[in-house]
């Protein structure tokens, strides 16, 4: 059984960064490729980013694209989302997830086995 722990939400003014972080405890952290999915009020949680196991690979939603990195380091069994050029649009609960499976829709909610408990993101315009 893998828990992840989110942290480093908050309020920031439009046009400012934030970075979460996301540990993982339980599990082996490099059996799972990571990923980043939001949900904000009144609407369906949405694909954000991804990184594969070793981290080589990543993929991002197009609405984050050129402003949203994700990271992970194995040693620390985390993974990071560095959010850069905020929105006021971004404003969303931000969750991490893990998954077991390759091979498989890393933006599909239903391919991922653990999920942390949230971390508010609020910006200000």
């Known amino acids: 059984q893998v828990q992840l722990v989110e942290s480093g939400g908050g309020l920031v003014q439009a046009g400012g960064s934030l970075r979460l972080s996301c540990q993982a405890s339980g599990g082996t952290f490099s059996l799972y490729a990571m990923a980043w999915f939001r949900q904000a009020p009144g609407k369906e949680r949405e694909f954000v980013a991804t990184i594969s196991r070793s981290g080589a690979i990543t993929s991002y939603a197009d609405s984050v694209k050129g402003r949203f990195t994700i990271s992970r380091d194995n040693a620390k069994n985390t993974v990071y989302l560095q959010m850069n050029s905020l929105k006021p649009e971004d404003t969303a609960v931000y969750y991490c997830?893990?998954?077991?499976?390759?091979?498989?829709?890393?933006?599909?909610?239903?391919?991922?086995?653990?999920w942390g408990q949230g971390t508010q993101v609020t910006v200000s315009s």
């Open positions: 997830a893990a998954r077991f499976r390759v091979g498989v829709s890393a933006s599909s909610r239903s391919e991922y086995d653990y």
